[in-house]
């Protein structure tokens, strides 16, 4: 009889060494995911996109649907969009959200500094031009864009109370220890120069709102515009749409892996 307790307590240590075992798959099973932001989310440059999405070009191999394939949770959602502004956000996307959802994913803040217009520029324009429409874009995601990261992820959290957010970043461009033809180095160093300022600006708003700030620069390192085996597209005016922006590997070697460390 004296044996009893010992059986019983070894009985409930292997029981909880097999619950400590499933847990990761039974909270996956219990996680309703919605994924928001602008390109770098939706998988524009990363081809197979949905047809239902239409111009928001939403990709099968964007990290988000990348992150749910791999961990099955009972719901996934994907409503980013190609060039959305966190206005976009505000007004199109946030009604995806609700008081069950677990977890929630974003890219902001690029179109929001006129991404597309910035870089179009550098590629065609004088490096004064583009060193000078940097500096606005630096000095704007300081001021204007700091707020409005404050008030969007604190509707997000108004509608999802006790979701996990995870604010993602953009990648360096450039390998600036490269060697590399088209852009000058005046350019390149400003360009990566200005991702890093709109990295601290998101990292700041994310701390702020008690979200987790998913840094993907690096992953991409070693991988950016100039090295062998780069996860990014370069220029391409054939479809500029997905100049800049991550390949399929991109997506599925350093965007998904950050995230899931981060989720």
């Not at 075992?21 to 998988?43: E, F, I, N, R, W």
């Not at 197979?48 to 394939?69: E, I, K, L, P």
């Not at 956000?89 to 597309?116: K, R």
Request: with cysteine; net charge negative; aromatic share 8%.
């Amino acid at each position: 009889m004296r044996r009893i307790p010992v059986l019983f307590a070894t009985l409930v240590a292997a029981l909880g060494a097999v619950l400590a075992l499933a847990s990761p798959v039974a909270a996956a099973a219990a996680v309703h995911y919605v994924a928001l932001g602008d390109s770098y989310s939706s998988g524009v440059g990363a081809g197979d996109y949905v047809d239902s999405s239409g111009s928001c070009d939403r990709s099968t191999n964007a990290y988000s649907q990348v992150w749910a394939d791999a961990h099955s949770p009972a719901s996934y959602t994907s409503v980013a969009c190609s060039g959305a502004t966190t206005a976009d956000v505000v007004a199109d996307q946030l009604s995806a959200l609700s008081a069950t959802t677990t977890l929630v994913s974003i890219t902001i803040g690029g179109n929001d500094e006129d991404f597309a217009g910035v870089m179009k520029d550098c590629n065609l324009k004088s490096d004064d031009t583009c060193v000078s429409e940097i500096d606005a874009a630096e000095a704007d995601a300081r001021s204007a864009l700091s707020g409005k990261l404050d008030s969007l992820f604190a509707q997000i959290r108004d509608r999802s109370p006790d979701a996990e957010l995870v604010v993602l970043n953009y990648p360096d461009f450039y390998d600036l220890d490269a060697d590399c033809v088209g852009l000058s180095q005046t350019k390149r160093t400003k360009i990566d120069e200005g991702i890093d300022v709109l990295s601290t600006v998101l990292s700041g708003a994310a701390s702020r709102a008690g979200a987790t700030f998913a840094d993907v620069r690096p992953a991409f390192a070693g991988h950016e515009i100039c090295d062998d085996n780069r996860w990014l597209h370069s220029v391409n005016f054939a479809d500029f749409g997905i100049s800049y922006h991550p390949t399929e590997d991109g997506h599925r070697s350093a965007y998904y892996p950050t995230f899931a460390a981060a989720a």
